[in-house]
């Protein structure tokens, strides 16, 4: 007797049980409709999310980043606002290395990420909205994505000030040099190094064709 293939024994599903299916299609089809709504989670059920529920102020927390870079000798920090609510969007300063030269850094906070985030994590395996903006039913769950926008700059800001402190930490005990840590963040006034190699599609910086050789 010819035996099924496995994708067939196992409904489609390698790997799961048929109780399991349900969910994970529903999973699927979730995260559809968040990429056509222009949000994506990343693969895996849950997310690793640090102070999502800070409820210090952003005035404190960004306070608290000034008064780090001051103290490590870090100069000419202004605040970048956005052009539509006035908020604070990213944090630009000066570094001076080892030879003297300057250079310019812009620390951002991407708040809207932050606020799909937030919103993919609470959605689970509900169903959105068309715009993605809302839950499509839900008895249990009254919120929608603009509800989580504060918290989203909030938790946003606090993960940057505690980046900031880390790598300050270990720049003060020689495990790293500013530019080794500041690198991607170095700001031409236009963009920074790492959207310059993003938008190059990292060019020189990767190889061309990989080849995998089996061993």
Request: glycine share 6%; aromatic share 8%.
């Amino acid at each position: 007797m010819a035996r099924q293939p496995l994708s067939e024994r196992s409904g489609g599903e390698i790997g799961h049980s048929a109780s399991e299916l349900p969910k994970i299609r529903e999973r699927k089809t979730n995260a559809k409709q968040a990429r056509h709504c222009g949000i994506e989670k990343e693969d895996g059920e849950n997310m690793f999310l640090k102070n999502y529920t800070s409820n210090v102020p952003i005035t404190r927390t960004i306070q608290r980043i000034e008064q780090v870079l001051i103290q490590c000798g870090i100069k000419g920090i202004t605040k970048e606002y956005s052009g539509t609510d006035g908020e604070i969007v990213a944090l630009t300063f000066r570094i001076v290395l080892d030879d003297g030269a300057p250079l310019e850094v812009r620390l951002p906070a991407h708040v809207n990420l932050a606020q799909d985030a937030l919103w993919l994590d609470y959605v689970g395996t509900d169903q959105l909205s068309s715009d993605g903006k809302s839950l499509y039913w839900n008895n249990r769950k009254r919120r929608n994505r603009a509800s989580f926008s504060e918290q989203a700059e909030r938790t946003a800001w606090k993960i940057a000030q505690e980046w900031i402190e880390i790598e300050m930490s270990r720049i003060q005990l020689k495990q790293a040099e500013k530019l080794e840590v500041f690198l991607p963040y170095v700001w031409d006034g236009k963009r920074t190094y790492f959207q310059s190699l993003k938008e190059s599609k990292y060019a020189g910086l990767l190889p061309e064709k990989c080849e995998f050789v089996d061993s």
